[in-house]
Every structure is written in C-alpha cells, then in structure tokens.
C-alpha cells in the first residue's frame, strides 16, 4: 500500500515584487484584515524570520560588506530559506495557520537568476532543495515602475540597504524577470498594479484574497 501524503491543512501566501512596491505594507494590512476575520495569521519574512536566518538576512544587506558573488548571495539566501522553511513555516502550515511570507522562491529567481545571471535551471533545483519542494499556494506580484520604487524606498532613508543602491538596470531585469515568473504560473501568481494609491492596492488584494479563498472552499482538492 502506498503511504499516504498529507497535505499541510495551512495556507502558504507570498508577496513578491521589486525594491518599494509596497510589500511589506501590503503583508501587514493582509495580515490585520485576515486576523480580524478570526483567522489565524503568521507574518514572517525573506531572507529572515529565524534567529540565523536574520543574521544572514543583516550580512546580505549591509552595505558596508565586502563584494558578495551572485552565486555566494544565492546559496546565504537559500540557507536562511531552508532554515525559514523547517523551522516556521512547515511548522504553522501543519497548525492550519495562514502564512504570509514577504518574498520567497521568485525573488531568488528574479534577483539572482534574471539580475545577477544565474542559471535559471540550477536555481530552481537549488530552490526546491532548500524549500523541500513546498511551493506558495497563492502568490501576489506587486508590480511597479523601477523609478517609482526607488524613488518611495528613498523616502525611507534611514533603511537603504545593499539592493538599493543597484543600477536601475539590474532593477529593470528583475521586474521583467518577476513578470515573466507570472506569465509562466497564471493561476497562483497575481499580478497587482503597485503604482496605484496605497489604499486602492489595499483594495485589490483584499479582492483577489477573498476570490481566492472562496474558490478554494469550493474547490479545495484544485488548489
Ligand atoms: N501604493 C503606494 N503608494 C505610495 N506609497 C507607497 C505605496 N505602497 C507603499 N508605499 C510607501 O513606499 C515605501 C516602501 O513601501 P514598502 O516598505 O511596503 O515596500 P517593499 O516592497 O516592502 O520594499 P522593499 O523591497 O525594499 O522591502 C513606504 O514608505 C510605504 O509607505
Ligand atoms: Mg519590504
């Protein structure tokens, strides 16, 4: 008889997109609304959101570090993954929680890959390495001009970071390379037009979350 795979009862949401598209502003609203629908939430974050994991997320950004390969960035950022992965997400997944996760696979693949050049193949085998092969079930790509990125997470001085100060080409690379992921992967992959005002977007994820969530009580074993 074969074993019987059990699917983790959780929900595995991820918020991807460019430097200031409104990430990180998006996952606390998402998570504030979902946890006032008497859901349980966990808001974490890539690279971090474990003790070791944040250590290499601080030595990935710090803008005062000695020049970082590609291929050395890739496998810090894939080691804090894995970290990531065994130690807090499965582990809220298998509680039935809504994870929301502030970057994950795709930004390996459009920073590393369609930035800096890696091997698009090697990196997807490296990524399910690290993540075990647990994918998102739902992904929200935060579309925005580079210009309009930048010039927003300027506005925050006090957190420019090693990513930042990237030439508007390599930001221009992987904003095409994260529209390509989507086009690639139509149905978990929404694109969100982050040039909107903060409130409209707000809106829109709201709508694109509850559709979601509908489909899925309908259709639980497609998703
Ligand atoms: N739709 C919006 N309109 C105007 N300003 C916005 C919008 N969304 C976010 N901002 C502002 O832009 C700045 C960057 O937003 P945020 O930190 O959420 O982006 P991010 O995608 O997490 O950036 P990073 O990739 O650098 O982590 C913040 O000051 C935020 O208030
Ligand atoms: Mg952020």
């Known amino acids: 008889m074969s074993p019987v795979i059990q699917e983790p009862a959780g929900i595995f949401i991820t918020l991807e997109g460019g430097e200031g ?4 502003t998006q996952a606390r609203r998402l998570c504030d609304w979902l946890t ?7 808001h974490t ?6 003790l070791l994991a944040e250590r290499l997320r601080s030595l990935l950004l710090d803008r005062s570090a000695e020049t970082i390969a590609p291929e050395t960035e890739a496998w810090l950022i894939l080691a804090a993954r894995r970290q990531h992965v065994d130690h807090v997400i499965k582990p809220a997944l298998q509680q039935g929680m809504i994870v929301v ?3 994950f696979s795709d930004s390996t693949m459009a920073y590393q890959g369609y930035g800096r050049g890696l091997d698009l193949r090697t990196l997807r085998t490296m990524n399910k390495w ?8 739902l992904t929200l790509l935060f579309d925005v001009p580079v210009r309009l990125g930048l010039s927003r997470r ?10 930042d100060r990237e030439a508007t080409q390599f930001h221009e690379k992987v904003r095409a390379g994260f529209q390509t992921l989507a086009k690639q992967e139509p149905r978990r992959m929404v694109v969100l037009d982050a040039s909107l005002p903060l409130e409209s977007v707000q809106r829109n994820v709201t709508t694109v979350i509850t559709r979601w969530l509908n489909a899925r ?3 639980p074993r497609q998703r």
């Open 154 to 163: 300027r506005g925050q001085r006090s957190s420019q970071n090693r990513l």
């Open 36 to 42: 006032a629908q008497g859901r349980h939430v966990l």
């Open 21 to 24: 598209s409104g990430k990180t």
């Open 45 to 50: 974050r890539e690279p971090g959101g474990t």
């Open 217 to 219: 009580r309908r259709q």
């Open 101 to 103: 996760c502030d970057r």
């Open 130 to 137: 690290a993540t075990g092969k647990l994918a998102p079930h």
